[in-house]
């Protein structure tokens, strides 16, 4: 007994090592890039590692891997598309030659965001193909139902067996160039002629009293008067 548990120990700790080698040459394009909670991978129905806040990220060089989020989000980058979970999420996630599969069980929906800003939300028991070609991406519904919002804020519904083609190109950020500032001419620094008009001084006006001579009027008697 002690033996079959341990050689199902060592058969798991292999599959682990294959599923999260650290080869880079090998790596698929699935890239975990974030974690706010407890999220189990898994692999063919078992869980080969938890990941929680803090811990390394490992690098994911399956084709195919799992997730089931316990509690909190997680974040799952492959082939330039982010795919958005929370809470009660379990999804799978698969890459080949530049087609995406994003497949999703029961539980909570699913979003996936491609390169030019389209989400697409994934529904329960839902899964959805993406096929880059020639800067299209090709968005088509496998099983299930998906809401598709542009990046402009159109909503549409996609069914199974449907096929809507985006770009995949991001859309280009608009700019505002400021408005030319036109140049002003500064007036020629010349000193022009001007007339320098002299103050006028009024002068007062000559005095117009002519002094008088007081004549004292004589007291002598006159020797011929009586």
Request: charged share 15%.
């Amino acid at each position: 007994m002690k033996l079959i548990k341990l050689l199902a120990v060592v058969a798991l700790t292999a599959f682990s090592v294959n599923a999260f080698a650290q080869a880079p040459a090998a790596n698929k394009g699935i890239k975990i890039t974030k974690i706010t909670g407890t999220v189990n991978i898994m692999k063919d129905g078992q869980v080969i590692q938890t990941l929680k806040p803090g811990d390394t990220i490992p690098e994911i060089t399956d084709s195919k891997i799992s997730f089931s989020v316990v509690n909190g989000t997680v974040e799952v980058e492959v082939n330039g598309k982010t795919v958005s979970a929370a809470t009660g999420s379990n999804f799978s996630v698969t890459t080949s030659n530049g087609q995406t599969n994003v497949a999703v069980a029961a539980g909570t929906p699913v979003a996936v965001k491609t390169e030019s800003g389209n989400n697409v939300v994934l529904t329960s028991n839902s899964e959805v193909k993406m096929v880059n070609n020639n800067g299209t991406v090709s968005i088509s519904m496998e099983k299930g139902t998906a809401v598709m919002t542009s990046a402009s804020g159109q909503t549409q519904t996609v069914q199974v067996g449907q096929t809507v083609q985006v770009t995949s190109a991001p859309a280009p950020a608009v700019t505002t160039a400021p408005a030319p500032v036109e140049a002003t001419e500064e007036p020629a620094n010349e000193t022009a002629d001007t007339e320098v008009i002299a103050p006028v001084v009024v002068e007062p006006p000559a005095t117009t009293i002519i002094p008088t001579e007081t004549v004292l009027e004589s007291t002598e008697v006159s020797g011929s008067n009586p």
